[in-house]
């Protein structure tokens, strides 16, 4: 049914709302980092009930997806944009998680005062009223007829559409209770345009399961998605993998909470290990796990052969008593290391999750007892920190609502990286330094380097990519799970508990901020070009030939110049000999290229000398400035630069695509 054709019209927004940050500003970029998987879900289901026509045949269906964190919503334009007679909007704000309810509450009362039928849904509404019922801010909404939605809508979405074109939307749905069989439902759909506001557009994600048996306290997800495990067809994953392929998808994040437990893991590998081996389709993916995994026969060896490289384990504490106190108990302390050398084994990077908070911490006890063991002896590739945070769905939240325990009013700070409580071993303060410098130890330049010299070849520009990311977020002060690429703001687009700036006191601000970031990428360039240097070069054969070969003739020269010639004359005939023998064996030519193209090795005295002749510039001492020197020293910074950006494009490492798989 076309629009021209059709005798009404369902305009359908879906939207996944941001958050605001600390200054009331809505959090977006111009690149994002994870697309949101809610949102592809929605999408799916949306053109499905299109193309099956549900709410009749003459009936027009228009769909706009939005990702707020890669797109600035304005609520009069879309609402004003292609407005006809008798088109009915229906506003869906999506996967609502606690830190980004009061942003999507703010998103649906100007949306609702626009005329639009509101819906809400996501684990904050869902978890809230699941496990402590109503609560003020949510029917706050409901009173201004928004409609709340809770659990998942795989088997009613015909339903409330039919509803929102009839004008009788009721005020809350609730299907937690009713959880959908996911095997044939629609898979999520990632359209190129939205994976294009990504930095990494090639990539797509599915949740091929949801729900997870274990039961930690902390989590929220086994209260709204279940303990019992729902899983999506294999067929169907490796149909929309196939197709995907063909639109430009050559990586994937399976977003399932715990793949290790999808009761067709095995079936879903086996069909990726087919597309790989038989059609060609080299995709790639990353999996979140329990800490078991490595245990369950085959998993790890199929996931490689599958395409893994990377895999999330939600490790959260070295201390036992933490662990235990949160029902954490399928974590076992002395497995940690059997299960990182066992996915290294297999060539699969390994990224653990630890939250930070637990009533067994402090800030020495996290600092310089867990961090250390955990970067000196467990040694995962990636390390992500998060904050306790008491989530509304959680075991832990609905308790210490029971107990009174006091938690913060403003659910903005429910993002795990804001003390949202009180901690009883720790200030605010100490909880949140603490929290930061996990983040700056993990990743400070010699822990970095030790983890690319252990990592394999195929990993090696992967974990590169993601330390560039992570780093990135630091300067954006941020979580890396909500940063993106360069920071967007707009002054008009402020909570409105804040006020709206000056355009003068908005425009000196940015200015000093957008400089401030500017500043940061330069040195995160050299710092990442000089991590490079101290890494990959080493890994190259031809560079350990030419290494040898130097120190080689440097043994020769110093004994010649000590005068200890009975040394130097036999070395220099060997010398000539094994250099003979490597002509012999082509590989001469090969080290002396090595030699010529790889003299650098670091870039500290590159740096060096920069910063002194900058000093005797700034000086005005401009005879002391070494010309020769200096044009030597521009050559090599030419050639440096040209040499890691070469790499780092040849590697592929900002596409994902699948070509170290
Ligand atoms: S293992 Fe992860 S998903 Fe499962 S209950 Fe624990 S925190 Fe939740």
Redesign the pocket.
């Known amino acids: 049914m076309t629009t021209a054709t059709a005798s009404r019209t369902l305009r359908i927004v879906l939207i996944k709302p941001s958050k605001y940050d600390d200054e009331g500003y809505v959090i977006r970029h111009w690149k994002g980092t994870l697309p949101s998987n809610t949102l592809a879900a929605l999408m799916g289901l949306t053109q499905d009930a299109q193309e099956r026509q549900v709410l009749g045949s003459d009936v027009a269906v228009e769909i706009e997806m939005w990702d707020e964190t890669v797109h600035r919503i304005r609520p009069d334009r879309i609402m004003k944009r292609g407005k006809r007679e008798g088109m009915i909007d229906l506003v869906c704000l999506v996967g609502v998680q606690t830190n980004q309810y009061p942003r999507a509450s703010d998103l649906a009362k100007q949306f609702a005062g626009l005329g639009a039928k509101v819906m809400l849904g996501g684990f904050h509404v869902s978890g809230t009223i699941e496990m402590i019922g109503m609560t003020p801010e949510i029917q706050e909404l409901i009173d201004l007829g928004v409609t709340i939605v809770c659990g998942e809508v795989e088997e009613h979405w015909d339903e409330l559409l039919q509803a929102a074109l009839e004008e009788r939307l009721e005020p809350t749905y609730n299907f937690v209770d009713d959880k959908p069989d996911l095997f044939e439902k629609p898979i999520p759909l990632m359209p190129k345009r939205y994976r294009n506001r990504f930095t990494f557009n090639h990539m797509a994600t599915i949740d091929t399961s949801r729900g997870?048996p274990?039961?930690?306290s902390f989590?929220t997800?086994?209260n709204v998605q279940g303990r019992k495990m729902r899983w999506r067809s294999p067929d169907w994953i490796a149909k929309k993998v196939r197709e995907n392929w063909a639109l430009g998808v050559t990586h994937y994040f399976f977003v399932d909470?715990?793949l290790a437990r999808n009761k067709s893991w095995e079936q879903i590998f086996d069909r990726l290990i087919e597309l790989r081996e038989s059609e060609g389709i080299h995709l790639t993916f990353m999996m979140q796990v329990?800490l078991l995994s490595h245990t369950i026969p085959n998993f790890v060896e199929k996931a490689r052969r599958a395409g893994c490289t990377q895999v999330f384990l939600?490790m959260e504490s070295l201390n036992p008593a933490n662990l235990a106190d949160s029902g954490?108990n399928q974590n076992k302390i002395s497995d940690y290391k059997v299960l990182i050398d066992k996915y290294r084994a297999h060539e699969i990077a390994t990224h653990c999750g630890y939250i930070i908070g637990f009533d067994g911490d402090t800030y020495d006890s996290v600092i310089s007892h867990d961090l250390l063991q955990l970067m000196n002896e467990v040694q995962p590739d990636q390390a992500s920190f998060f904050m306790m945070t008491p989530l509304p769905g959680s075991a832990d939240h609905k308790r210490w609502t029971r107990e009174g325990r006091p938690m913060d009013k403003d659910f903005n700070r429910y993002d795990s990286f804001h003390a949202a409580m009180p901690h009883p071993r720790m200030t605010a303060e100490q909880w949140t330094q603490a929290y930061r410098d996990a983040w700056k130890t993990f990743y400070n330049f010699e822990n970095m380097k030790g983890i690319l010299q252990r990592s394999q070849d195929r990993n090696y520009f992967n974990i590169m990519k993601n330390f560039i990311w992570y780093k990135n977020a630091l300067i954006e002060g941020e979580h890396p799970m909500i940063t993106g690429f360069f920071r967007r703001k707009a002054r008009l687009e402020r909570r409105p508990t804040f006020p709206i700036e000056s355009r003068w006191t908005y425009t000196r601000r940015r200015t000093r901020e957008v400089g401030h970031i500017l500043k940061e990428w330069v040195k995160l360039y050299w710092e990442m070009q000089e991590l490079w240097l101290a890494t990959w070069p080493q890994r190259d054969q031809r560079v350990q030939l030419a290494k040898q070969h130097i120190v080689r003739w440097r043994d020769i020269g110093r004994n010649f110049v000590t005068l200890r010639w009975h040394r130097s004359l036999p070395q220099f005939f060997m010398r000539v000999a094994l250099t003979g023998r490597e002509r012999l064996l082509g590989k001469s030519q090969d080290a002396i290229d090595a030699v010529r193209r790889q003299a650098v090795y670091s870039r500290r005295t590159l740096n060096r000398h920069w910063r002194q002749t900058l000093h005797w510039f700034g000086t005005l001492r401009w005879h002391r400035i070494d010309v020769g020197q200096t044009l030597v020293n521009l050559y090599r910074e030419v050639k440096v630069n040209l040499w890691f950006l070469a790499h780092i494009i040849k590697s592929k490492a900002f596409d994902a695509t699948g070509r170290m798989g």
């Open positions: 997870c274990f039961n930690c989590c997800i086994i909470d715990n329990d939600g954490k």
